[in-house]
């Protein structure tokens, strides 16, 4: 284990078991910034690769029709993609990797056992991180701490005569990894999947045909560590409550037996040791995407497939684009005469140059929607502020011309005022008309808000919330008056909105600032602001720099 | 390309199994909408069910397999039209396929080396009388997916553009697949899926080593794995084939239809299409148990895929709306 305690051994082992089995352990996240160090690491890796990066196009992986070289030629090339040929790839910037590349690369993992990916992934934030559709396929992270030590890799690349596929696995090995994996709350099956091959490779490497304890260490630290969800508890002292990852199942009694492997608990503290520092911080779910929270009109998206068109531009053609014939034509054209006598062919000659690409410009419209509080606790304090505030901030939406929607929560439910509009007197008019009084269902309201967010997604809009409260809740989603279940429920829709990427901006209208408002802000991500220190003025300006800036 | 896993050999994951199952048996039921965590064994499933499916006879060099040589399409320029057997056609689409791609487009290959006009048809054509496969299907781009109901409602892929004036048919079985987490889809688009089924992975520790041990056994002893369970996946093509000669003979009683719709009704689907499919699904259920007419239980049995995706969301409700599918059941057929 004193091995495996240290990140730069675990680094070379890691490689020296890919190097012996690529095909069973398919990869590796490589999660170092550029530098010396990391071309040390990459550079122990005995394989030949392919370096990739996160723009390539269709063409360069699957291959096809050489565009450039075939209008030279007169006749028709092909270039080989890299999907063609077998063998590792080097994806340099893996954080950087799209949704798109992600699942292409996926579904070359999955269909071609001879293709291997060693993603770099250069993010600095938790969240910049390689695609979880990609590393949940490579068997380890890499990603050591501290300076390298000036003699590593230490040990040299052992040889082996034992291919990992000829050792035999016991029934319990597979179990052990199973199990721990269950422990450790790692949901995927692939995870032990590769914890398998990985104690193969281990015990290949050190020319045993057979695992032993020391294997499956190896394994369940170099594989688990990073994927783990849940710190197990101590088994011993709980014998009887099941692992925190499982549900409580009333028929699953016999599984308590299953879970207390002998030596389970000494590889559980042993892994422990290994998890993220942040891993009880990271309760932002991994892949839900926070949308912006757009810039003056919605977020505008220079694509080239759909959307207003502009100018086409000279450019390449590759999967992602499509050609502008005229516009290659006429590039064409006043070269003709001279291309002819210089080639001596009368048909039309066209050059790579000479071809244009389409563009097109595809802007989004911002939604507006305007959650009011208009409870009577609501109603006593700055009702009156909030609406000129909201009056001042929808001149500014007329001026961008984003739509503007209006729901009130009153009573015991949410009501939609107005559906999304650009009507801004209509606004304004159901805003001056707005009565007061009752409870505070403020589940209500942003359920509302809610479904009219992911509605207006759907439709092409970018929705911004703007929740305007003094945050006492004291009517439960179902009506009830119970104030305790009415913040459960308002957390809870919160943590929805965040994870449908809704953005949000909360301004508390209380004679003081709530703090429970504020930590629903921190839930929704949404910027907080207090009423009472602005006027609606002020307020406006800090709205809007809110919008701007987020 | 490596042989896929065979489909027999997929532990638990019997929703899954048996809505693909169903959808080779009545192509029309629509679809089947996979909703799970990774490394549940979504791809593995449909991999495997490209393996499983009875192949397909079509005529050789047409790009849109079409059964005679009647059927091809004018534009195609056909090679060889000799039929042939050949595996049914499960394409993948990829996540970032473009337009072009999907439909076709003119062959600019052959537009500027050559100045002709020609179709090169997309992955629709390939797609035509098999499957189609989308990965992350909830992150696909809005206007593919509104393209992709469109040809799959009307089995007919229409293209007009950059001069050219193609049809060809285009009848498929969309096989989506995404976890929820990433996003979600229209409802739009989910009521087009004829069967939608959730999976996760199993949660009992016996299941999981099996599968584990199943996987090492692929992938170590590849021959007498194969060998083992080869038997049992033409076991279940022969009783597919069977399944399909016999799906026209099932009867479906007066009070079953009644039940259907008592059913929809009382989950407040929209539209008649879940009525439709419910029926379609239940009869194809028959006809691979072998049964002559359709029962209460076939029902049972298949309405939470049927209908679990067609209710209005509540987005409270972390039951999930198979559990309100449950509870309805239980109240309409007692």
């Known amino acids: 284990m004193s091995v495996l305690a240290d990140s730069w051994q675990r680094a070379a082992l890691a490689l020296r078991l890919l190097a012996l089995d690529p095909e069973g352990l398919r990869g590796a996240v490589i999660r170092m910034r550029s530098g010396p160090d990391r071309a040390a690491v990459t550079g122990a890796l005995p394989l030949k690769t392919q370096r990739v990066h996160p723009n390539i196009s269709d063409e360069q992986l699957y291959g096809g029709l050489d565009l450039s070289a075939t209008l030279k030629s007169g006749h028709i090339i092909d270039n080989k993609g890299l999907f063609s040929k077998s063998g590792m790839v080097t994806l340099a910037m893996a954080e950087r990797c799209g949704a798109d590349l992600a699942a292409k690369l996926a579904l070359q993992l999955d269909a071609d056992p001879d293709f291997g990916l060693i993603a770099l992934d250069e993010g600095a934030e938790p969240d910049e991180a390689t695609p979880p559709a990609l590393s949940e396929r490579l068997a380890f992270c890499i990603e050591p701490i501290g300076r390298m030590p000036p003699d590593w890799p230490s040990v040299p690349a052992g040889t082996t005569s034992i291919a990992p596929r000829a050792v035999t696995v016991n029934s319990s090995d597979i179990e052990a990894l199973t199990v721990l994996a ?47 969800t849940t710190v197990p508890e101590q088994q011993d002292s709980t014998q009887d409550t099941p692992p925190p990852d499982q549900p409580d199942d009333p028929g699953t009694d016999g599984q308590d037996q299953d879970l207390t492997l002998p030596d389970g608990d000494m590889m559980i503290e042993a892994i422990k040791a290994l998890l993220p520092a942040d891993l009880l911080a990271g309760l932002v779910p991994v892949g839900t995407t926070r949308a912006a929270g757009g810039g003056g009109a919605g977020k505008a998206r220079k694509g080239n497939r759909r959307g207003r068109p502009l100018p086409s531009r000279p450019g390449r053609l590759h999967g992602q684009t499509r050609i502008d014939l005229v516009a290659t034509l006429r590039a064409a054209a006043p070269w003709q005469p001279m291309r002819r006598a210089a080639a001596a062919q009368t048909a039309l000659a066209i050059r790579p140059s000479d071809i244009r690409v389409k563009r097109y410009q595809d802007q989004s419209d911002r939604l507006l929607i305007f959650t009011v509080d208009a409870s009577g606790s609501a109603a006593m304090s700055r009702l009156n502020e909030a609406k000129g505030a909201v009056e001042l901030l929808l001149g500014q939406a007329y001026a961008a011309r984003d739509h503007v929607a209006l729901i009130a929560f009153r009573g015991t439910a949410a009501e939609l005022l107005l559906p999304p509009t650009r009507s801004l007197v209509q606004t304004k008019r159901r805003l001056a008309t707005l009565p007061g009084g009752g ?112 | 390309m490596k042989t896929p896993f065979p489909f027999s050999a997929i532990v638990g994951q019997t929703a899954m199994k048996q809505a693909m199952i169903l959808t080779a048996i009545d192509p029309g039921i629509g679809g089947v909408l996979v909703f799970g965590d990774r490394g549940t064994g979504k791809s593995t499933a449909v991999r495997a069910l490209a393996a499983l499916l009875p192949p397909i006879k079509a005529v050789e060099s047409c790009p849109v ?113 995404g976890n929820p987490e990433e996003g979600e889809l229209r409802p739009q688009l989910l009521d087009r899926f004829g069967l939608s089924v959730e999976v996760r992975s199993p949660q009992d520790i016996a299941e999981r080593v099996e599968v584990i041990r199943r996987r090492d056994a692929f992938e170590t002893s590849f021959d007498s794995f194969m060998a083992h369970y080869s038997n049992e996946d033409s076991r279940i093509r022969a009783q597919i084939l069977k399944a399909r000669r016999a799906l026209p003979k099932v009867t479906t009683p007066e009070d079953i239809l009644h039940d259907c719709a008592a059913l929809c009704i009382a989950l407040g689907s929209d ?11 239940a009869r194809a259920l028959a006809a691979y148990q072998g049964k002559k007419a359709l029962t209460r239980a076939h029902l049972r049995e298949i309405a939470p895929s049927a209908l679990s995706h067609r209710l209005r969301r509540d987005p409270l409700d972390e039951a999930g709306s198979g559990a309100r599918v449950a509870r309805t059941l239980a109240e309409v057929l007692g």
């Open chain 1, 182 to 228: 269950a422990r450790l709350g790692i949901d995927s099956l692939r995870a032990p999947q590769l914890a398998l091959a990985t104690a193969r490779a281990h015990a290949a490497l050190n020319n045993r045909l057979h695992l032993t304890e020391d294997d499956l260490e190896a394994a369940a630290a170099l594989v688990y560590p990073h994927r783990a």
């Open chain 2, 271 to 281: 539209g008649l299409r879940g009525e439709l499919t419910l029926l379609r699904a």
């Open chain 1, 439 to 550: 409870g505070t269902p403020l589940a209500a309201g942003l359920q509302q808000s809610a479904l009219l967010a992911s509605q207006s997604i759907a439709r092409g809009m970018t929705p911004t919330v703007i929740l305007l409260t003094d945050g006492r809740a004291n009517v439960a989603l179902d009506g009830t008056p119970d104030r305790a279940q009415a913040g459960n429920d308002a957390e809870r829709l919160a943590r929805m909105m965040r994870a449908q990427g809704t953005g949000a901006l909360v301004i508390d209208m209380g004679a003081r600032p709530t703090a429970s408002l504020k930590a629903l802000a921190g839930l929704l991500g949404a910027p907080y602001l207090a009423l009472p220190r602005a006027d609606a003025q002020r307020l406006t300006g800090a709205v809007s720099a809110a919008l701007g800036a987020a």
């Open chain 2, 65 to 177: 397999n079409a059964e005679r040589v009647e059927d091809c399409p004018d534009w195609a320029e056909l090679g060889s039209k000799k039929i042939i057997s050949r595996p049914t056609p499960v394409i993948d689409l990829p996540l970032g396929a473009t337009e072009d791609r999907v439909v076709g487009a003119l062959d600019i290959e052959r537009a500027l080396t050559r100045g002709e006009k020609a179709f090169e048809p997309g992955l629709l054509a390939r797609a035509n009388r098999g499957y189609l496969y989308i990965d992350e299907v909830n992150l696909l781009e809005d206007h593919i997916v509104d393209l992709l109901l469109d040809v799959a409602q009307s089995g007919e892929n229409v293209v007009e553009r950059e001069g050219l004036s193609i049809r060809h048919a285009a009848r498929f079985v969309l096989v989506g697949s």
